[in-house]
């Protein structure tokens, strides 16, 4: 009777772990795999009609199907007003931008493009790659680097921003008029306007901190960086995100911060980390705008 009872014990045990393996193997190739479009909903709380954006991040040079043709079918099925390009598109240790321009050349047609830079653009373009913005642009992307631009989607007046850095100083005190002079000076232009204003700000760290939120009077921020925590743990969520360290708060999803709401993509790969994505399909967002 004790034999059996261990025998019954040692299966039980047995296709625990098999399904567990099962649960992981699969996980794995569905994070590396297979995109799903998710849809999303920003009300800004200001007039005239909505409108579709649609949002992807954090490529990091990876290819679905050929040539990205399984991701610019994903982006045209959504049927986007304008689609948006939140950075790391490429890796800093990219041979060439081929993947990124690629697919900006496949999906123009379906919207207007506009590119946000991200820190994997920003050190590609650091090693000798000075060409990389005339390139975007010259396959169809409108690049946002600290600039905007004054666009009008489905009605709607837009100011459309991107922006890389912090917007608030590193003085030890996170005070967001501590910020250097450039980053003050487009951030105070970027939001005097009447127009719904919108910031495409790479990584959400770039405004989560400090006053920042308090200060600048921005209606929506865009933001990827964060791979959705890497690992999405059951019950727990993402394991890790850039300056907010383990579990972070503002991973993937919408959030209200301070003035403005804030939606983080989790994007659609990762360059080389201590953990592949796990649990965390690629995603293509949807942004309905309102």
Known sequence: MKKKKIRLILIILFIIAAALAVWITVSLWVSENYIVIREYTADTGKGGNGFRAVVISDLHDHVFGEDNDELAEKI??????????????LNAESEDASV????????KETAPVYYALGNHEEAYIADGHPEFEDELAEAGAVVLDKNYTDIEVNGVQIRLGGMYDYAFGLNGNN???????????FLREFQNTDRLKIMLAHRPDSFI????????????VISGHNHGGQVILPFLGGLYGGDQGWFPEYVHGMYEKGNFQMFVTSGLGSNRQKLPRFNNPPEVAVLTIR
Not at 100 to 107: D, G, M, T
């Open 76 to 89: 045209r099925q959504a049927d986007p007003d304008i689609i948006l390009m939140d950075g790391d598109m």
């Open 100 to 107: 990124p321009l690629s697919l900006i050349r496949q999906v």
């Open 175 to 185: 005070d967001a008029l501590a910020a250097p002079d450039d980053t003050l000076s």
């Open 209 to 220: 901190f400090g006053d920042a939120s308090e200060v600048w009077d921005v209606d929506l």
